[in-house]
Structures are given as structure tokens and as C-alpha cells.
């Protein structure tokens, strides 16, 4: 019967741009994961003399779990925050969403948004 050595495989990534459930594919024990929470939109401004304020950007986090494979995590990514709106009474942007990696309703990582400007 043949062998893999993991050290030959090449690391594989997958990135997640929706919010979705990942299985863990057959073979993985371990996994390396970057989460990054949603940009803060900007605010709106008075006039183009005064512009708004730029949003703030997500937070990054990072974690490396030990896991079995067919496990299935809950993938939620952040979006951006809404712009504010601009003219005489302008508006503050909107938070951008936190990213997060949940297991049976439990998180275990979280990428918080950023605030609006």
C-alpha cells in the first residue's frame, strides 16, 4: 500500500468572498486561517471643501486549529459598511460586519468590522 508524506503536498488555500458551511476535506488535520472583518464605509461630506472621514478597516486574526476531516464549520464574512451620504446634513458611514469561523454554534474566531467614518 502506498504513502503520502504531508511535507511533499503543497499547501492548499481557499479563499471565501460569501458567507457559506466548508467541510473539511479528506486528509486535512490542521488548518491555518486569516479572517478579516469588513471595512467601515465613509462618512458623507458637507460640501467638496469638507470631505467625510475614511471608515475604519476590519481587524485580522489568526489561528491554526487542530481538526478532523468531514468536520463542517459556519463561514460568515463581513461586508463593508455603507457609505454615508453627503450635502447639507450629512451622515456617518456605516460599521463594516465581523468575520467569523463558528463550530456547532460555538465561535472560535472573529475578525471584528471597522467602524464608519
Avoid: H
Amino acid at each position: 500500500m502506498g504513502r503520502i508524506n504531508i511535507r511533499d503536498l503543497a499547501p492548499t488555500s481557499v479563499i471565501f468572498t460569501s458567507s457559506q458551511n466548508w467541510p473539511v476535506p479528506a486528509g486535512v488535520y490542521k488548518i491555518k486561517i486569516i479572517a478579516i472583518g469588513g471595512g467601515g464605509g465613509g462618512g458623507g461630506g458637507y460640501s467638496s471643501t469638507y470631505v467625510g472621514g475614511g471608515g475604519g478597516s476590519g481587524a485580522l486574526s489568526y489561528a491554526e486549529l487542530a481538526v478532523q476531516p468531514g468536520t463542517e464549520f459556519a463561514i460568515v464574512v463581513g461586508a463593508g459598511g455603507a457609505p454615508g451620504t453627503g450635502g447639507a446634513s450629512p451622515t456617518a458611514g456605516g460599521s463594516g460586519g465581523n468575520t467569523q469561523i463558528n463550530y456547532n454554534g460555538v465561535y472560535l474566531l472573529c475578525a471584528c468590522g471597522g467602524g464608519g467614518g
